[in-house]
């Protein structure tokens, strides 16, 4: 049995130098290009039919732009076809420009591909009845095929790497739309009818509370990885993630704090409203830089730092502290001052309840109230060593 011999592909055939044709070929060539320009409304006509029958993504278009591109279209093959030219540069530039008019009057330049498409098969059919008119050579006619599909090809390639731009365009420009609304909430810049107008645009709604996340980025290639790790913490994707630089902090506005965040210390400021949102990121600030001055990981929130803010503090940070523990204790009535004064007490005699009792002259069951009280309001507990430490601190410094 005699081997099967592989199929070849038929060579491409060439066009040939205009110059170089012999005078009855030359003035076939013209004739053919003298009648096609004669065609222009046939071929407008047949293009618009078929887009219309077999594209609907051309909806967006009129029919009187349908055929003016399609006009255009023939020119432009017929121009080649009347010199012999294949495309070149200055023609990929035309289809460049031609696929970001399209893509910004809202056609897929998907959609735009398959027209040019059409619009090639439907050019070589009018072609081949023209050819058949002239008499033009075969040999010439098969050129002129090669070449219209080159046209159709690099077409195909220039919309594809034009889409593929503007998908990277829009990318970058929904990522700073994005870091702007972010920096906006979270330095409390945004005024409350900007955030009411463009949270429902990045998923959020105005109404529900979010928590603002804090951290140390020490490059771009670090802040890339804790904007995939707060993404795999928070299970979203990492394109949806609002976050904004604020020197070498990385902002996050978070849905809810994140369990965890492998290998990155992570700062969380209460959960608020969006327009309050920056009080929970000056938080998450302060919680980040005491907690990586004392070497803390994991994830950290102020309660969590019992009097280790002092370090670092001022009277604006000592305030705050302040007020996240005792408000409630203000805001329990008449009894405040009485539940104060005894925890204060309790803490001056090293917690000896019959000592305090002495001293305030009440019932030593009273002391063990009052205490219990205190420590109910503001969320610290005497027995653990930062929240003794931070009670003493805050106490003393209201008395003074």
Not at 12 to 38: C, F, G
Not at 88 to 110: F, M, V
Not at 253 to 266: C, D, N, Q, Y
Not at 370 to 379: D, E, I
């Amino acid at each position: 049995m005699e081997p099967e011999t592989p199929t070849a592909w038929p060579v491409r055939r060439r066009m040939p130098d205009l110059a170089a044709l012999d005078e009855p070929t030359r003035t076939t060539v013209i004739a053919a290009v003298a009648r096609l320009r004669t065609l222009d409304d046939v071929f407008a006509d047949r293009v618009l039919t078929l887009i219309r029958r077999h594209v609907p993504g051309y909806a967006v278009l009129s029919d009187d732009d349908i055929r003016a591109s399609a006009r255009r279209f023939m020119n432009i093959l017929v121009s080649e076809l009347s010199s012999l030219r294949v495309p070149d540069a200055a023609l990929r530039k035309r289809l460049s420009d031609h696929a970001i008019e399209r893509a910004a009057r809202g056609l897929p330049l998907t959609v735009l591909t398959i027209g040019y498409q059409l619009g090639s098969r439907e050019m070589l059919a009018l072609f081949d009845e023209v050819a058949a008119e002239v008499a033009l050579p075969p040999d010439l006619l098969l050129a002129v095929h090669d070449s219209t599909w080159e046209f159709s090809n690099e077409a195909s390639a220039v919309f594809a790497r034009v889409q593929h731009d503007l998908a990277l365009e829009h990318a970058h420009f929904d990522a700073e739309r994005r870091s702007a609304f972010a920096a906006g909430v979270l330095s409390g810049t945004l005024p409350l009818e900007r955030i009411n107008r463009d949270a429902h645009a990045f998923g959020l709604a105005t109404q529900a509370h979010h928590v603002a996340v804090a951290v140390r980025a020490d490059s771009a290639e670090d802040a890339a990885a804790i904007r995939r790790a707060i993404a795999v913490a928070l299970h979203t994707s990492a394109d949806r993630l609002l976050l904004a630089q604020v020197g070498t902090v990385l902002g996050f506005i978070a849905p809810r704090a994140p369990k965890s965040v492998a290998g990155h210390l992570t700062a969380v400021g209460p959960s608020l409203p969006l327009d309050q949102l920056d009080t929970s990121f000056e938080e998450a600030v302060l919680v980040l830089e005491t907690a990586t001055r004392f070497s803390m990981s994991g994830i950290v929130r102020l309660s969590d730092l019992g009097p280790r803010p002092l370090v670092l503090s001022d009277a604006h940070t000592a305030e705050r502290l302040s007020a996240r523990h005792l408000a409630p204790l203000d805001a329990a009535g008449r009894s405040s001052a009485e539940i104060e004064e005894t925890a204060r007490t309790y803490l001056a005699c090293d917690q000896d309840v019959r000592e305090v009792a002495s001293i305030l002259g009440v019932h030593p069951n009273t002391v063990r109230y009052r205490v219990n009280r205190f420590q109910q309001l503001t969320g610290l507990d005497l027995h653990r060593t930062e929240d003794l430490v931070t009670s003493w601190w805050l106490l003393n410094r209201r008395r003074d």
